[in-house]
């Protein structure tokens, strides 16, 4: 379910880069909130509590600004290359009870069989759901499969209410295979008795001399 969080800002009357690179001194993010063919929104938000809060995936703000209030989810956000700070965010206004595609980050938990390690295939995929349950992240299991198993787009399990939006469901998301170094390793010990094998003629003909 997506999280609800709510951030305090500031209406935005003033443009530019100087402007922003002042704002963010004094601790503010600029944002603008786009809200289909209507004009757009500008405000400002406090820079420590929206970091944090951009740290969850596909999560629903409820964004305050003067009088105005707007429910919202992150459509971009612009990051120092060198600082990694965040210098904008354009959100994206939206209604209770409407249903938007999102992308979804893909994670594995649980342990193959053997030596097998499983792979992420498809590291997000497009889900639509309704806003107020906007799924943060996708777990896949795959403890107990073996090497060559696959687990495919139609098989994932989605919160109550979303929906895979994708054009293959029969395109794989996660694959579990034996690495071929891991292959290796368990081959090379069988390998060693016959090498002591042909080194024990050469030992003994260097005794000999």
Request: no cysteine; hydrophobic share 45%; proline share 6%.
């Amino acid at each position: 379910m997506a999280n609800k969080i709510t951030l305090n800002g500031e209406v935005r009357n003033e443009f530019g880069k100087g402007v922003a690179r002042r704002m963010r001194v004094a601790k503010r993010i600029p944002a603008t909130i786009y809200a289909g063919g209507a004009e757009p929104k500008f405000i400002t938000l406090p820079m420590k509590e929206t970091t944090n809060a951009l740290r969850h995936t596909n999560a629903l703000f409820e964004l305050t600004f003067g009088e105005d209030k707007a429910m919202a989810v992150v459509k971009d956000v612009q990051r120092n290359p060198v600082k990694r700070i965040v210098e904008h965010i354009d959100f994206y206004e939206v209604k209770a009870g409407e249903k938007i595609d999102v992308e979804v980050p893909v994670f594995v938990e649980g342990t193959p069989k053997g030596a097998a390690v499983a792979f992420v295939d498809i590291q997000e995929l497009k889900v639509r759901a309704d806003v107020a349950n906007l799924p943060e992240k996708i777990v896949i299991n795959v403890d107990g499969l073996a090497d060559g198993a696959k687990v495919f787009a139609k098989d994932v399990v989605l919160p109550e209410g979303a929906e895979l939006d994708i054009e293959d469901p029969e395109e794989s998301v996660v694959s579990v295979e034996v690495p071929e170094d891991a292959t290796e390793s368990t081959a090379a010990p069988e390998a060693a008795p016959a090498a002591d094998a042909a080194a024990a003629p050469a030992a003994d003909a260097a005794a000999a001399k």
